[in-house]
């Protein structure tokens, strides 16, 4: 059964970095769209960063706009979300996910339901950003 595996979660200080991970060893990366995702406590899932499945082609929300890097390795399986200048309100459980039929385009509006919209979805990593 094919798993997302998130990591590199924990805390850190507000306005310092961090870089998740998400394990995909099952999956073929040349031809899936991957995307990040966090819900806070009590909060919705947001839309975070999405990539092609070429690598072409990379979108992110605007929260976190000019201080993520989203990227992955096909050959390792892995996906990566790099964040810098973190703020308490990054405070959230991180998501990956991955669709082959649902583009890096079209996943900045496919956050409700995410389970339900994509055909892999991520247990979470915890991040806490203390301030």
């Known amino acids: 059964q094919v798993q997302l595996v998130e990591s590199g979660g924990g805390t850190v200080q507000a306005g310092g970095s961090l870089r998740l991970s998400c394990a995909a060893p099952?999956?073929?990366?040349?031809?899936?769209?991957m995307a990040w995702f966090r819900q806070s406590r009590g909060g919705e899932i947001e839309f975070l960063a999405s990539?092609?499945?070429?690598?072409?082609?990379?979108y992110y929300a605007d929260t976190v706009k000019g201080r993520s890097v989203i990227s992955k390795d096909d050959a390792k399986h892995l996906l990566f979300l790099q964040m810098t200048n973190v703020r308490p309100e990054d405070t959230a459980d991180y998501h990956c996910?991955?669709?082959?039929?649902?583009?890096?385009?079209?996943?900045?509006?496919?956050?409700?339901?995410?389970?339900?919209?994509?055909?892999?979805w991520g247990q979470g990593t915890q991040v806490t950003v203390a301030s």
């Open positions: 996910a991955a669709d082959q039929w649902v583009t890096a385009e079209a996943m900045p509006a496919m956050a409700v339901d995410p389970r339900e919209r994509y055909a892999y």
């Open positions: 990539i092609s499945w070429n690598g072409n082609r990379r």
């Open positions: 099952g999956i073929n990366f040349g031809v899936y769209n």
